[in-house]
């Protein structure tokens, strides 16, 4: 029934939309929750803890596996996000938890490159180059690499930002600052950390990048010292 100072032709229509809106299959709710402004805050938070722990949790195995280049690279990632951050705190851009995300998934990526980098330095020990050579070679090898793999990340961070709307452009964003900051960090800072340690000794003769084992036997070719 409906009721009020309207004409015949009103009513029809208030009618109308009241049956616009219902729904021709029956309803089963599965879950119900009440969102408040502090789950938002919560979330942030989660998502902080997420990012700290997977940033601990990579240092970790890269300074066991890969020891003092493993250091270098953990320095890297360190100087890759708060560059990253810089970067956003100028935009002035608005952290959200897909931007958390986006910053998670660049820790992964940043750290993938000195990962290339220091098996290709192992892989020029295993075949008898000095270590100088072996750093030199190792560097130069990695990067060509390193730039077509970021380049197709980067293809598809920038096509979320133009096809994208809402949420999806905001990763996108930060997921495209983020392999411009790795890049940098992962190649030009880590190498300017390893010449700055390792450039002023005239003879090396060794290097600390783990056990090195050679195809052909099982006797480490190189240890870290």
Known sequence: QISGAMTSVEASDTAL??????????????????IGPSL?????????????WGFAV????????????????????????????????????????????????GLGLAIDSNVLINERVREELRRGSSPQVAINTGYDQAWGTILDSNITSLIAGLALLIFGSGPVRGFAVVHCLGIVTSMFSSVFF???LVNLWYGRKKKLKTVSIGTVWRPDDKTPAVKAD
Do not use: W
């Open 17 to 34: 939309l009241l049956r616009a809106g219902s729904l021709a299959a029956p309803m089963e709710i599965v879950e119900e929750r009440t």
């Open 40 to 52: 938002g805050a919560e979330n942030i938070a989660k998502g902080f803890n997420s990012v700290i």
């Open 58 to 105: 990579i240092v970790l195995f890269m300074c066991v596996y890969y020891a003092l280049f493993g250091m270098f690279s953990s320095i890297a990632l360190g100087f890759n996000l708060l560059l990253l951050v810089s970067l956003l705190s100028m935009l002035q851009a608005t952290l959200t938890l897909r931007g958390i995300a986006a910053m998670a998934l």
């Open 190 to 192: 880590s190498r300017g």
